[in-house]
């Protein structure tokens, strides 16, 4: 993160590079980026932005003059690069992630305050004085992330590592590594060639995200009293009907279904194994 930047029209992005070289948080890798899935993630942020789907901006992509090692397929072999580095852009970089750690190492005055912050900051909708505060962000983060799944889903996109860590709070679509678009409709299709156990195939896009959001609410326990962690549950078991609905009203729109007919979900499940055999 290199910065904050408020432009003309008042709005607010947190400026990141993604390979520039090695952080704090670069563990074992180099923290570079090759020029080949540079160009991807820049073309992708712009395409999703402008079907419409919460992400990630890119402001420019520069070629670095770094050999860069990489084994593309896992196979072993590996290739000298060219090196890239992308200026990415977002209203916040804050993730699942950001807050697991903290409660998993038991720091929760910092865990508080930075959710305060994140909630100031990004959720003006939420009363900083209300005692049921860490609740209503949790509730906004649960209905906004089945929105965000259902949205990928309506185009085909599958996120190929959407862990906690490529989560965003502020539900949109960041960390774009291993992803891929369907070219005809497969539930099976997995766009991360390392991912042996097909953990994060299309068709289990919507599981993972229940799964992130149970790791966010167990992040969040620590600061919620029992009736608060009661709510805050049944919250959590509302996600799938939030999902469902907003996926069968895309489908709905795609198709130029209008109204209600309790016929409408056969037909977009007909469709889909349709398009499967096909």
């Given at each position: 993160?290199?910065?904050?930047?408020?432009?003309?029209?008042?709005?607010?992005?947190?400026?990141?590079?993604?390979?520039?070289?090695?952080?704090?948080?670069?563990?074992?890798?180099?923290?570079?980026?090759?020029?080949?899935?540079?160009?991807?993630?820049?073309?992708?942020?712009?395409?999703?932005?402008?079907?419409?789907?919460?992400?990630?901006?890119?402001?420019?992509?520069?070629?670095?003059?770094?050999?860069?090692?990489r084994?593309?397929?896992?196979?072993?072999?590996?290739?000298?690069e060219?090196?890239?580095?992308?200026?990415?852009?977002?209203?916040?970089?804050?993730?699942?992630?950001?807050?697991?750690?903290?409660?998993?190492?038991?720091?929760?005055?910092?865990?508080?305050?930075?959710l305060?912050?994140?909630?100031?900051?990004?959720?003006?909708?939420?009363?900083?004085?209300?005692?049921?505060?860490?609740?209503e962000?949790?509730?906004?983060?649960?209905?906004?992330?089945?929105?965000?799944?259902?949205?990928?889903?309506?185009?085909g996109?599958?996120?190929?590592v959407?862990?906690?860590d490529?989560?965003?709070?502020?539900?949109?679509?960041?960390?774009?590594?291993?992803?891929?678009?369907?070219?005809?409709?497969?539930?099976?299709?997995?766009?991360?060639?390392?991912?042996?156990?097909?953990?994060?195939?299309?068709?289990?896009?919507?599981?993972?995200?229940?799964?992130?959001?149970?790791?966010?609410?167990?992040?969040?326990?620590?600061?919620?009293?029992?009736?608060?962690?009661?709510?805050?549950?049944?919250?959590?078991?509302?996600?799938?009907?939030?999902?469902?609905?907003?996926?069968?009203?895309?489908?709905?729109?795609?198709?130029?279904?209008?109204?209600?007919?309790?016929?409408?979900?056969?037909?977009?499940?007909?469709?889909?194994?349709?398009?499967?055999?096909?």
């Open positions: 993160l290199i910065g904050v930047y408020t432009n003309r029209h008042g709005e607010r992005w947190e400026l990141q590079l993604k390979g520039s070289g090695k952080t704090p948080y670069s563990r074992n890798g180099d923290g570079r980026a090759v020029l080949r899935s540079s160009v991807r993630e820049f073309l992708c942020s712009e395409a999703m932005h402008n079907l419409g789907i919460p992400t990630s901006r890119a402001a420019s992509l520069v070629v670095s003059d770094d050999d860069v090692w084994d593309q397929f896992y196979n072993g072999n590996i290739k000298k060219r090196g890239a580095i992308v200026l990415r852009l977002a209203k916040s970089w804050f993730r699942i992630g950001s807050l697991e750690i903290l409660a998993r190492s038991g720091e929760l005055d910092l865990l508080r305050r930075l305060d912050f994140i909630i100031q900051e990004h959720f003006p909708s939420i009363a900083m004085n209300d005692s049921n505060r860490y609740l962000f949790f509730s906004t983060v649960v209905s906004e992330a089945a929105n965000l799944i259902a949205l990928w889903m309506s185009v996109f599958a996120h190929g959407c862990n906690t490529n989560f965003s709070l502020l539900s949109i679509t960041i960390d774009y590594g291993p992803f891929g678009f369907m070219d005809s409709y497969d539930p099976n299709f997995v766009p991360n060639t390392s991912d042996d156990e097909r953990r994060y195939k299309i068709g289990n896009q919507a599981s993972v995200g229940l799964f992130n959001l149970s790791k966010l609410l167990q992040a969040l326990k620590p600061l919620l009293d029992p009736r608060q962690k009661q709510l805050a549950s049944q919250i959590l078991e509302g996600y799938g009907e939030h999902y469902y609905s907003r996926f069968t009203e895309l489908f709905k729109i795609k198709l130029g279904l209008l109204g209600e007919n309790e016929n409408d979900n056969y037909l977009i499940a007909f469709l889909l194994k349709v398009s499967l055999l096909c």
